[in-house]
């Protein structure tokens, strides 16, 4: 169809000699239209190229796909049922060894023989969570916009493309944002449950200043290549204690553990260049930290910490309940607030689900344009099982 269009544009604001000479182009009269043109007298092939070239002289559409770093985190669909159930099994624990032919040092009675039908149930936790993450993007098409992208030969495909990578980026930004504020919530139910024996919180600046009799503060800390240091080797440090069981480390109390291999890293991405700029390469070694994942992110956003009112209710997050939380992060330090500077988790902790996808398209026959419905709702949750550490900047 970009062809036609050019061609019947072009016919358009013609001389009545090439209107006459050159016929209206159809889908299936494209070859005599060029032939038309081709054995035309030069004046007319003249008119042509002229009126082709002066048409559209550079076309260019500017789009660009946003790159989500957290997309890896997403699980896939789940087609069946509306919740998360989480089931989780702790390692067996022992018991005596009898061999039922041992006698009793005090009565001299040899023991009871051992019942192999006696029941040890495997220990379990089961818990069951969601967060409904809906959310519609539209774009309208209008027919002068068609028109526009028939001037060049793919151009109607580009733009077509463009239309949908704005839906697509629209999603995947607000993915980034509601998987950040999903591992936000977590830090902050557990820093503020009482009832949750969670010791993942690792006060950087305070332990820093503790151990060798500093009073950094909280602006010099992340230009100070001692403290610095210091970060990077707590963060070695909770990497390995996150590989043996521990039952403090996790919202649920279960005694769980995660190999090096399951974990990573999220960093806020103007850290992670204060580590490079500030540290010498034997200082700081990304590769030594043996992690999985080192993801940057450019601030924490926050859908608030549970409440009550989340486990008696469906909680429905829209993009708007998705704010910058300023006291998680670097740039706010006041009101007492709290600074995270990043953590270590497992990438089973996060549980993104499709619930559907529905892509739609209306066409208002009266105002000449399409409109294309992008309509997606996902389930966000995070494990209560999983290990975790926060590292604060205070």
């Not at 182009?25 to 092939?45: F, H, R, S």
């Not at 159930?85 to 067996?92: C, G, N, S, T, Y």
């Not at 992208?149 to 733009?159: I, M």
């Not at 919530?185 to 950087?204: F, P």
Request: glycine share 4%; aromatic share 10%; net charge negative.
């Amino acid at each position: 169809m970009s062809v036609v269009t050019t061609l019947n544009a072009i016919r358009a604001t013609a001389s009545n000699a090439y209107q006459t000479t050159v016929p209206l182009a159809t889908m299936d009269n494209i070859n005599e239209v060029g032939k038309a043109v081709l054995q035309a007298p030069p004046t007319i092939k003249n008119e042509f190229i002229s009126a082709l070239v002066n048409l559209v002289g550079l076309q260019l559409l500017n789009s660009r796909e946003f790159g989500d770093s957290l997309l890896g985190l997403r699980k896939g669909m789940l087609e069946y049922g509306t919740t998360i159930e989480d089931i989780f099994v702790e390692m067996a624990r022992p018991h005596e060894f009898k061999t039922g032919t041992r006698a009793d040092p005090i009565t001299g009675n040899l023991e009871d023989t051992p019942d192999q039908f006696a029941i040890n149930k495997a220990i379990t936790d089961t818990a069951f969570y969601y967060k409904i993450f809906e959310r519609q993007y539209w774009k309208t098409i209008h027919e002068e916009d068609l028109k526009r992208a028939f001037y060049s030969r793919d151009g109607l495909d580009r733009f077509i493309s463009a239309i949908m990578l704005a839906l697509k980026n629209g999603e995947a930004y607000d993915d980034y944002r509601m998987t950040i504020a999903l591992l936000a919530r977590q830090i902050e139910q557990c820093s503020k449950d009482q009832n949750t024996k969670w010791n993942g919180a690792v006060y950087l600046l305070t332990n820093y200043n503790t151990l060798f009799s500093k009073t950094l503060t909280a602006e010099q800390a992340l230009v100070d290549k001692d403290f610095l240091i210091y970060m990077m080797n707590q963060f070695k440090t909770w990497s390995n204690r996150l590989t043996k069981p521990r039952s403090d480390l996790n919202p649920a109390g279960v005694l769980n553990w995660l190999p090096k291999d399951e974990q990573r890293v999220l960093l806020l991405g103007d850290i992670q260049s204060n580590l490079d700029t500030f540290m010498l390469a034997h200082a700081y070694n990304a590769e030594r930290l043996e992690v999985k994942v080192i993801d940057e992110i450019d601030c924490w956003y926050s859908i608030g910490a549970t409440d009550e009112e989340d486990n008696n209710n469906e909680l429905v997050i829209k993009p708007d309940d998705i704010t910058v939380k300023a006291e998680m992060g670097v740039t706010d330090l006041t009101n007492n607030s709290v600074p995270c500077v990043g953590m270590i988790y497992c990438s089973n902790m996060v549980k993104i689900y499709t619930k559907y996808r529905i892509t739609d398209t209306a066409k208002n026959a009266r105002g000449h344009y399409y409109n294309v419905f992008d309509t997606v709702a996902d389930y966000f949750a995070c494990s209560p099982f999983e290990n975790f550490v926060a590292f604060f900047l205070a």
